[in-house]
């Protein structure tokens, strides 16, 4: 039998666990390797902002592609954030 790779499901009316992990807590999983990009608007202009594991902002940039390589030069996987 398959084993179902999927997180269980948080009791009737409650939470999931890992949406009460702490950032430390979460960069220890693992993620500290992963840069997270998110498009917002910033004053009408499109920026993408890039993010660690732990929340913190570590750049903005005006293009996608440019996030992405700004990550991989640090030695990040980036990641979409929607």
Not at 33 to 53: C, N, P, Q, T, W
Request: hydrophobic share 40%; aromatic share 4%; charged share 25%.
């Amino acid at each position: 039998m398959a084993r179902d790779a999927r997180p269980p499901l948080p009791p009737e009316g409650g939470t999931h666990p890992l949406r009460n992990m702490t950032s430390a807590a979460f960069a220890a999983l693992g993620a500290e390797g992963l840069a997270y990009i998110k498009s917002s608007e910033v004053d009408g202009e499109r920026l993408f902002k890039v993010y660690l594991a732990d929340g913190r902002e570590i750049a903005t940039m005006a293009h996608r592609d440019l996030a992405e390589v700004m990550a991989r030069q640090n030695d990040l996987e980036p990641v979409s954030v929607h």
